[in-house]
């Protein structure tokens, strides 16, 4: 997958957090795309438990083999928790591509109940596994694109 491919995944799973803001959740978006670079499936966040990312690898791990799902790339808005990339760990989905840090989230959530983030990077989470997953991010050149939805959102 390009960069240029990445970015416009980046902005298809920002849409699916946009319509899942829309609908009041919290604004996380994740695409699930395969090697032809065609999205497969979209997910946005139900709420604190139900993040968008574990949902989606969830809903993979049902609908594909861990073979093809190995050669698939999972994209997310912002850098999924420890549970989420756990999730995609288990899920056998071979890549993650991420749009902003979660430390940045975090610079605008601050101590919200609804988002206890955890100081635990994507990498150190996979790196403590034994299957090499790619992981690419963060796009410093669409993070602010897609921390829109989180900067009044969070202000409830």
Partial sequence: MTRDQMLAHLRSADA??????AH???PFGAVLV???DAILMRQGNIDTVHHAETELARRA???YSPEFLWTCTLVSTGE???MCTGTLYWANIGRLVYGFEETKLLALTGDHAANPTM???SRAVLDSGQKKIEVFGPFPEVADELLAPHRDFWKR
């Fill in 119 to 121: 100081s635990l990077s």
């Fill in 16 to 21: 699916a957090a946009r319509e899942a803001a």
């Fill in 61 to 63: 791990a049902d609908a």
């Fill in 34 to 36: 395969g090697p032809d």
């Fill in 24 to 26: 009041g959740h919290h």
């Fill in 80 to 82: 999924p928790c420890a």
